[in-house]
């Protein structure tokens, strides 16, 4: 039996040296070669380039606070090394996780309720997407509800007839996905664009 040890390792060496070669090296860059053939731009972050410059990614939120533009959902991301407030951090998405039960998380939706209700001259119910992050706090898209809130004061500040900016919002409206799955929805990017 000890006589078979080396020949037992000489076969399970080899063995990790051809797994690791087909699974570390070959399978990655036969994905990688299909993904950027098949779906090019997916692959590459679905950058949105205006003038030959990368202003963002249909994939990722950007905080917009100017009153001229469309506001996203609330990000929780954090900057890694000092722990304080960075909104959209790609590098570091996470979620708040509060609870539905955390006083910290109804104390700022109630803040962020009051802001945006006094931004936008309203006293209707704010939608939910507009006061809650997701879970890894880079949506990059609300509800049709939550645009419609925002209608009459990107109208405002741009002065432009708010019926207009309505039909904006309706025209980009994405439906389900497959006519089933999610809600219908915008991205804030592609709307700020147009």
Same mark, same amino acid.
């Given at each position: 039996?000890?006589?078979?040890?080396?020949?037992?390792?000489?076969?399970?060496?080899?063995?990790?040296?051809?797994?690791?070669?087909?699974?570390?090296?070959?399978?990655?860059?036969?994905?990688?070669?299909?993904?950027?053939?098949?779906?090019?731009?997916?692959?590459?972050?679905?950058?949105?380039?205006?003038?030959?410059?990368?202003?963002?990614?249909?994939?990722?939120?950007?905080?917009?606070?100017?009153?001229? #533009?469309?506001?996203?959902?609330?990000?929780?991301?954090?900057?890694?090394?000092?722990?304080?407030?960075?909104? #959209?951090?790609?590098?570091?998405?996470?979620?708040?996780? #509060?609870?539905?039960?955390?006083?910290?998380?109804?104390?700022?939706?109630?803040?962020?309720?009051?802001?945006?209700?006094?931004?936008?001259?309203?006293?209707?119910?704010?939608?939910?997407?507009?006061?809650?992050?997701?879970?890894?706090?880079?949506?990059?898209?609300?509800?049709?509800?939550?645009?419609? #809130?925002?209608?009459?004061?990107?109208?405002?500040?741009?002065?432009?007839?708010?019926?207009?900016?309505?039909?904006?919002?309706?025209?980009?409206?994405?439906?389900?996905?497959?006519?089933?799955?999610?809600?219908?929805?915008?991205?804030?990017?592609?709307?700020?664009?147009?």
């Amino acid at each position: 039996m000890l006589k078979s040890i080396p020949k037992e390792l000489l076969i399970s060496l080899r063995l990790t040296i051809v797994l690791a070669a087909l699974t570390g090296l070959i399978y990655p860059f036969v994905v990688t070669g299909i993904a950027q053939a098949l779906f090019s731009n997916q692959a590459n972050g679905s950058l949105v380039i205006q003038n030959g410059q990368v202003i963002g990614s249909t994939l990722i939120g950007q905080q917009f606070t100017d009153p001229k #533009y469309f506001h996203g959902r609330i990000s929780s991301t954090v900057d890694p090394a000092s722990l304080a407030a960075k909104p #959209y951090a790609a590098e570091n998405s996470a979620g708040s996780n #509060y609870g539905p039960s955390n006083q910290a998380l109804h104390d700022r939706v109630a803040s962020d309720v009051r802001r945006i209700q006094q931004e936008d001259g309203s006293t209707a119910p704010v939608p939910v997407d507009l006061v809650t992050s997701d879970f890894s706090g880079l949506d990059p898209n609300i509800s049709e509800a939550g645009a419609l #809130y925002q209608v009459n004061r990107v109208a405002t500040a741009r002065g432009l007839d708010p019926v207009k900016v309505r039909a904006l919002v309706e025209k980009d409206l994405q439906g389900r996905i497959l006519w089933v799955f999610g809600e219908p929805h915008l991205n804030v990017l592609q709307l700020n664009l147009d």
